[in-house]
Nanobody, 114 residues
Framework: QLQASGGGLVQAGGSLRLSCTTS????????MGWYRQAPGKQRELVVT???????NYAGSVKGRFTISREDAKNTVYLQMNSLKPEDTAVYYC??????????WGQGTQVTVSS
């Protein structure tokens, strides 16, 4: 089970920190990522952190978002700075790649006002 939290309403230019806790151990063996789904759009992967800590960011968030992981707590974080209205979406975390049996769990709504 995946539980994301930390979303909210923020003005453009503001910051939020998301957390995602999983009931499954992620310690040193799972690549994890943050996905988001904006209204009327498909869900997209925006950032990945590998089991060894390497990161990869979509161009739209590079330089503004930072992913990190705390394996001892089975938790993945997403620090989001300089938020833009186009970052408005429901954010989810999950494995990367996500298997068909990997459910999405509860996401967290991020709304950025202009």
């Amino acid at each position: 089970q995946l539980q994301a939290s930390g979303g909210g309403l923020v003005q453009a230019g503001g910051s939020l920190r998301l957390s995602c806790t999983t009931s499954e151990s992620i310690s040193k063996r799972l690549h994890m990522g943050w996905y988001r789904q904006a209204p009327g759009k498909q869900r997209e992967l925006v950032v990945t952190v590998t089991a060894l800590g390497s990161t990869n960011y979509a161009g739209s968030v590079k330089g503004r978002f930072t992913i990190s992981r705390e394996d001892a707590k089975n938790t993945v974080y997403l620090q989001m700075n300089s938020l833009k209205p186009e970052d408005t979406a429901v954010y989810y975390c999950n494995k990367v790649p996500r298997g068909l049996k990997d459910s999405w769990g509860q996401g967290t709504q991020v709304t950025v006002s202009s």
